[in-house]
């Protein structure tokens, strides 16, 4: 499985990014992707989740102001991110989880500038 982020940049805090992860290779089994992020110092948290049948999962940092989705083919997952704020800045990590084994995508910057 390969995955390929997108999406990341620079935004003012309160604006908007909408991040891609399209996942590539076998891709049959796959059952959840999703995001995680990492601050400079600090550990990889979640951020959001979605399962094949349509389940969300969300970090309680970001709950009611990110929102995760995919396509009809369940290939990719996007992350819609509303009212940013400074703290969300970070590296976003792609993953997929396929029969128990993780994948991880490159990771794209999001930088929110207060």
């Known amino acids: 499985v390969q995955l390929q982020a997108s999406g990341g940049g620079l935004v003012l805090a309160g604006g908007s990014l909408r991040l891609s992860c399209a996942a590539s290779?076998?891709?049959?089994?796959?059952?959840?992707m999703g995001w995680y992020r990492q601050a400079p110092g600090n550990q990889r948290e979640l951020v959001a989740t979605?399962?094949?049948?349509?389940?969300?999962n969300y970090g309680d940092s970001v709950k009611d102001r990110f929102a995760i989705s995919s396509n009809g083919a369940k290939n990719t997952v996007y992350l819609q991110m509303n009212s940013l704020k400074s703290e969300d800045t970070g590296v976003y990590f792609c993953?997929?989880?396929?029969?128990?084994?993780?994948?991880w995508g490159q990771g794209t910057l999001v930088t929110v500038s207060s």
């Open positions: 993953f997929a989880i396929r029969f128990h084994e993780n994948y």
């Open positions: 290779g076998t891709i049959f089994g796959i059952n959840t």
């Open positions: 979605i399962s094949t049948d349509g389940d969300t």
